[in-house]
């Protein structure tokens, strides 16, 4: 007959059934799903520097993920390509981008992660008032495919918006002699990503005419996502706020990239 197995004290039975719960909530409590997160080349809020992604709502998103316990590998994308592949590939997420009506019940949304100024480009010799958006109106307006601009410019009754592939294609289009088919009067961009573009172009004579939006941005995760894990990424965004590390990283990109 087997020896009797040994019994636990009662202090013993409680620090294990302690022990027990509190691993199993561990368990519960932390993400599973291994996150693709989305993003394209768009200083400050994300771009590539020596090989290395960087940029303010990178360092958010980066930020986030450590805190929640949740496995991520980041990829940079054209946008029109990142947006596609957001809304159709379980757990990814898309940053930073415009949280917008029609785009609402396409994602599950955390944030802001940053704030976006909207500029309005325009010729050097560009000498109209621009006082509201509406304004732009009268104009042939440079964008981005699938840009959340355009969304915005729509809403406001601004419609004859001429999209392309990249940013980069539009400063040159500013200045094309105004009968030419792809000439452009004006081009929406954030203000940041309009330097760089320009840059990038090899294009001058071109002035910032007018701010259109002070845009926060988010992360927004494909409907399919582990909700469990989107609000840990809440989570954990809440906690930046409040010890502080939300505003360091927006006070030293602020440096870097000074309006």
Not at 5 to 32: N, S, Y
Not at 91 to 112: S, Y
Not at 214 to 231: F, G, H, I, R, S
Request: glycine share 6%.
């Amino acid at each position: 007959m087997p020896p009797p197995l040994p019994t636990l004290t009662a202090g013993a039975a409680r620090a294990l059934a302690l022990v027990t719960a509190l691993a199993a909530a561990a368990i519960a409590a932390t993400p599973a799903a291994a996150l693709m997160l989305l993003t394209e080349e768009n200083p400050p809020f994300s771009f590539t520097d020596k090989g290395k992604l960087q940029g303010s709502a990178t360092e958010v998103v980066r930020g986030m993920a450590a805190r929640a316990g949740v496995s991520a590998t980041f990829e940079v994308l054209p946008w029109e390509k990142a947006y596609v592949r957001a809304q159709g590939q379980k757990d990814a997420c898309l940053f930073a981008t415009a949280r917008l009506e029609n785009r609402e019940r396409l994602f599950l949304w955390v944030g802001p992660v940053a704030t976006s100024p909207w500029a309005v480009y325009g010729r050097s010799d560009f000498a109209l008032p621009i006082r509201s958006v509406k304004d732009l109106a009268s104009y042939r307006i440079g964008t981005v495919q699938r840009d959340a601009k355009n969304e915005f410019l729509r809403e406001n009754a601004v419609n004859d918006l001429r999209s392309v592939r990249e940013d980069t294609q539009n400063p040159p289009r500013l200045l094309l002699p105004r009968d030419h088919p792809d000439h452009i009067d004006l081009w929406i961009t954030d203000l940041y990503a309009g330097r760089e573009a320009a840059r990038t172009a090899n294009v001058t004579g071109i002035k910032v005419v007018f701010i259109a939006n002070e845009q926060p941005l988010y992360l927004a995760c494909n409907p399919q996502t582990d909700q469990k894990v989107v609000q840990a990424l809440a989570d954990a965004l809440e906690r930046m706020k409040v010890d502080g590390a939300l505003g360091r990283i927006n006070a030293e990109y602020d440096k870097r990239f000074p309006r």
